[in-house]
Nanobody
Framework: QVQLVESGGGLVQPGGSLSLSCAASGSISRFYAMGWYRQAPGKERELVAQIYSDRTTDYADSVKGRFTISRDNAKIKVYLQMNNLKPEDTAVYYC???????????WGQGTQVTVSS
């Protein structure tokens, strides 16, 4: 069993910054991919950023150049630094981990990010 604990998020003005973190615990010592999806009201869940075991990364086009995903070398933990936030970044952000390619992902409970003046 794998548990994901998210922290960070909150309310920020447009142009501001926030950081999210996600720590995994349980039966996990390594992963294939770990990162963040988000879901805005009335929209489907979409990939924001993820980092792979080889440290390569994927980003949604809408966040490239503004968001940075990183990982802790010693722990199963990832971070998402979000800069120059826009109102359209408002969503619930979900941490997820994929232990082995092709198997279901584990999901966190989500954390709200609201960008508003």
């Amino acid at each position: 069993q794998v548990q994901l604990v998210e922290s960070g998020g909150g309310l920020v003005q447009p142009g501001g910054s926030l950081s999210l973190s996600c720590a995994a615990s349980g039966s996990i010592s390594r992963f294939y991919a770990m990162g963040w999806y988000r879901q805005a009201p009335g929209k489907e869940r979409e990939l924001v950023a993820q980092i792979y075991s080889d440290r390569t990364t994927d980003y949604a086009d809408s966040v490239k150049g503004r968001f940075t995903i990183s990982r802790d070398n010693a722990k199963i933990k990832v971070y998402l630094q979000m800069n120059n936030l826009k109102p359209e970044d408002t969503a619930v952000y979900y941490c997820n981990v994929l232990l082995i390619r092709g198997l279901p992902r584990y999901w966190g409970q989500g954390t709200q990010v609201t960008v508003s003046s």
